[in-house]
Structure formats: C-alpha cells, structure tokens
C-alpha cells in the first residue's frame, strides 16, 4: 500500500516545537499546546514531538493508546516508555532538550497525550513581621492564662507525658518583656477586634499590606468585607502601626534574629521529599504559583492556619513540639524539626487548596442523598472537628489524596500507613474505597474524567 507523508511545524508555545508526522491512511488529529489526539486506520511509522530545554521545568506526560490492529509504542529521546496501564503517566524533565515519539507497526486506533509543563516548584519557608506582630498581641490577650498553667498538668505526645507549660516555655519568654504593655490602649484595639473574630482569620489580611509600622490599607481591598467598613479595617491597622511603635519591635526582631534563623533552620531541614508538589499538581490537574510557609515564634505552640490567595498556597504556624532549648543562641532547639507535623502541613494542608473547592462542586441533592452514611461515624468525626458530613466529605478525600501523593512520590509504605492510621484509628472508613476509586481514575480515566466530575461520581456510589 502506497503511503502518504505529511509534514507538519508548528510552534506550540513553550511545549512542543515541531512534529514530523507520516501517516498511512485515514489520519485525524488534533493538536494544542499541550495535547495531541489522533486517530487512524493504518499508522506505520514514528511520530514526534520535540520540546525545547526549559531548565527547572518538566512534562508531565499522560498517554492513552487504543489498538484495534498493530501495535503503538511510547518513547521519549529513544528510551521505550512502559504503559501497563491504560492511561499512564511518565515525567519528562526538560533539561536536555526532550522529545517524545510515538511509534506505529500496522497500527489501526486511536493514542491521546497530554503533556503539560510544570515547574519544579520549592517551599519558600519565611517568617513575616506583620504575623509575629498579630502572634505577640494574641499571646498578650492570652498570657495569664498560660501562664497559669499548673506544672502538673500533661499531655501526650508522641507516647511521652509532657508538661503542658513547658509546650508554651518558648511564647512565654519571648511574650514576657512585653507584658509591661498590657494596658496600651493600642492593643486594647487590637484585643477588641480579637473579641469579634479569631486573631488568625485576620492573617491574609496582614500578609496582603506593607510591613508594620508602614501598613496602609488600600481601599480597593478585597479584605475591607471583613469590616464593617473601610474605616473600620484602618482602625485595625493603624492600631497595629502604632503598638509595633510603642513596644519597638523592630527592636526585637533585630535581637532574635539567632531565634529566627534557627526555626527556619528547624523547618526546611524537615520538609517532605522534593517532588510532592509535581505530583499534587498533576493529579488535580491544577497548577499554583507559589507555596509558603510561615513558622512564627510568636504564634502559640500547635496553632496553625492556612493561608493564600488563587496563585499561591501557604500555612502559618507555631512550634510542633516542646522546645529543648531556648536560651543558649548557639544551640538553639526550637520546636520546629518535625518532619511528620511538616509533611501534614504541607500535603494535607496544602492538598485542601485542592480538593475542598472539587467537594463544593457536589450537588446538595448529592450530599443528602448520602447524608445517612455520616451516622455511624459521626461521634468519632466530630471529636476531630468534623461535626457536617461536607467537611467529613472535605477529610476523606484529601487523605485519600495523601495516600495516592505518597505512592506516587514512591512510597508505598507511607501510603500504607496513613491509610491504616486513618481508617483504624480516625475511623475515615469510606476512605479505602475512595482511594481505591481514584487510583483506578487516575490509570484509566484520567484523560476522559476530570477530578471534579469522579469526585461527584464516587459521592454519588459511597455505601
């Protein structure tokens, strides 16, 4: 059979540059920028895709072969590339130059890529000053009472009693010299506002102005809705501005700057492996531009909150644990080096960017229709927080979320583990068949479901 070749170049944004297509017989193709579906009833040949060096970056290359007759092979730069599943997934970095080719033997059917370009993204761990302010002044409205702890009274952590004040021991020294200002009628602002909302919900606010003692509050801000009006968010500010003033603590920062540097220290050296945030991305297919950290000093021990805005993602923090050591700058031991509390704050935390707003998607008639399979665990879900079956809804699938990010960051035994601890010991029972619901998505259906449309789906047949 005579064949008929086709050429076609094409520049495609930053992914692919050019393909060189030789097609047999009834070849129907469509392609973007980042995918390529093509059909046909004979293919004998290679076709390719070359995508230019973009350092720090890679594909992230989800394939999907129908034959009827023949045979379709995947390759990147000559390797053979399994595809035991019928969708599969392959990273591509893109450091060299990349190409990707899809080679044809008498092959009647059908081959779908999708290969999106993701940034190899980092955690930027930073302290703010306008949250350490927000922490100080929080821990000044709460101080007495900490400070009144009885030193008989424990908690367990980890298997071990510790004495519930010695988890405080670092807040209460670095909140003592500051007591002396208890009665400023600036902080009696701040407190009242603390008295209408949790000090934390006022956190994206903060991180959205200028550093105190220069804080303005544009009138434009979408935050002003947290006020009553206006006027009222600038009070909030102003008071800020003039107590960061009154306690000089520009001052302070300078001093613990040794303070500082050691929690940053603590936390970045315990971050999850590299790579978890490529795989978060690609499995709710949606990119965000930055994740942030922001450990605090200042905020109380095991208090945290997520913050964040539609590009980035992020979490402020207090100590995970009990400081060791505090006063000795050069042997600093913060709190802070606990890479099981970090690995939740960044995937679990994180991984709520994610699902919640899929969740949300779930019609109400949905959620009633399942309401009754909250019964039987809602006395354990609500000593977790989790009093509504959306947010138990919210919990199931962002562990189930953690569990596939394990596996697919190469650790199956994590993924084990926080399925067994999750179902065993928090009683998220509906979570192995959610896991094992989405793993099958993401091997066969990935291409042709959304996340959001098989979250509503596997709602839809939870028992």
């Known amino acids: 059979m005579k064949h008929v070749s086709l050429l076609l170049a094409t520049v495609l944004l930053s992914t692919a540059c050019s393909t060189t297509r030789t097609v047999s017989r009834s070849w129907k193709s469509e392609q973007t920028a980042s995918t390529w579906a093509a059909s046909f009833e004979q293919f004998s040949g290679t076709e390719r895709l070359r995508l230019p060096s973009q350092p720090g970056q890679l594909i992230y290359l989800s394939s999907q072969f129908t034959t009827t007759a023949g045979q379709l092979q995947l390759r990147s730069s000559g390797q053979v590339l399994p595809t035991p599943t019928k969708v599969s997934h392959h990273k591509i970095p893109l450091t060299p130059p990349a190409r990707v080719e899809v080679v044809g033997r008498q092959a009647a059917g059908a081959f779908t890529l999708r290969y999106p370009v993701y940034q190899q993204k980092q955690i930027a761990v930073k302290s703010n000053p306008n949250i350490e302010l927000l922490g100080l002044c929080y821990l000044l409205t709460q101080y007495d009472d900490l400070a009144a702890i009885p030193s008989e009274q424990t908690f367990l952590i980890n298997g071990q009693n510790i004495r519930i004040k010695d988890l405080y021991a670092l807040n209460l020294k670095l909140a003592a010299p500051f007591t002396r200002f208890a009665g400023s009628k600036h902080l009696a602002v701040i407190k009242s506002y603390f008295e209408k909302d949790f000090y934390l919900h006022y956190a ?186 959306k947010i138990c809804l919210y919990e199931h699938f962002n562990r189930a979320g953690e569990v596939l990010v394990a596996r697919l960051v190469g650790d199956p035994a994590k993924a084990a583990e926080l399925l067994q601890d999750n179902v065993q010991n928090r009683d998220f029972r509906y979570l192995p068949q959610i896991v094992e619901k989405l793993d099958y998505w993401y091997y066969n259906e990935y291409l042709d479901k959304t996340y959001q449309q098989k979250v509503q789906e596997i709602v839809a047949e939870l028992r």
């Open 204 to 389: 994206n606010f903060l991180l959205s102005l200028d550093a105190f003692p220069q804080a303005t509050v544009p009138a434009d801000s979408r935050f002003v809705r947290q006020f009553a009006s206006l006027d009222d968010a600038r009070r909030f500010i102003g008071a800020c501005n003039a107590f960061y003033q009154e306690i000089a603590f520009d001052a302070f920062l300078r001093k613990h700057r040794p303070y500082y540097a050691a929690m940053l220290a603590e936390v970045s050296g315990n971050l999850p492996p590299a790579g978890f945030i490529t795989e978060m991305e690609h499995l709710y297919s949606k990119q965000v531009g930055e994740y942030r950290l922001y450990p605090s000093l200042l905020v109380p021990f095991g208090s945290g909150f997520a913050v964040g805005d539609a590009q980035s993602v992020g979490n402020i923090f207090g100590s995970f644990g009990k400081p060791e050591s505090i006063a000795d700058t050069a042997a600093l031991r913060l709190g802070f080096a606990d890479s099981k509390a970090l690995r939740t704050v960044c995937i679990h935390e994180f991984g709520h960017s994610f699902v919640n707003p899929e969740v949300d998607q779930v019609s109400a008639e949905a959620l009633a229709k399942t309401a009754f399979l909250f019964e039987p665990i809602k006395g354990k879900m609500s000593e977790q927080g989790y009093n509504q079956w």
